[in-house]
Nanobody, 116 residues
């Protein structure tokens, strides 16, 4: 069965850092997908945060530019989201989404809480 599994969330103080990981099981290879990180805060719509394409191009929503970095380890088949200078408004459940031409896969999400 094909699955995406996020990890690395947790509780961090404002200004701190976390690195989220999105690992794939089954026949998913991020190198041929566009992989997105979304987040959803309570009572809010799911928001696209960052994207890495199959060729390695990246894009970010304005609120995280300069603070978040999306990357990929093709040997391990893992996509990362490095989050620095975290703010309370970054608190949300973060989801990984791998999009292929005919299929889309989602992970179960990992909670990130930024609070003092």
């Amino acid at each position: 069965q094909v699955q995406l599994v996020e990890s690395g969330g947790g509780l961090v103080q404002p200004g701190g850092s976390l690195r989220l990981s999105c690992a794939a099981s089954g026949s998913i290879f991020f190198v041929i997908a566009n992989t997105h990180w979304y987040r959803q805060a309570p009572g809010q719509q799911r928001e696209l945060v960052a994207t890495i394409t199959g060729i390695g191009s990246t894009n970010y929503t304005d609120s995280v530019k300069g603070r978040f970095t999306v990357s990929r380890d093709d040997a391990k088949n893992i996509v990362y989201l490095q989050m620095n200078s975290l703010k309370p408004e970054d608190t949300a459940v973060y989801y990984c989404n791998a999009v292929f031409p005919a299929l889309s896969y989602w992970g179960q999400g990992t909670q990130v809480t930024v609070s003092s």
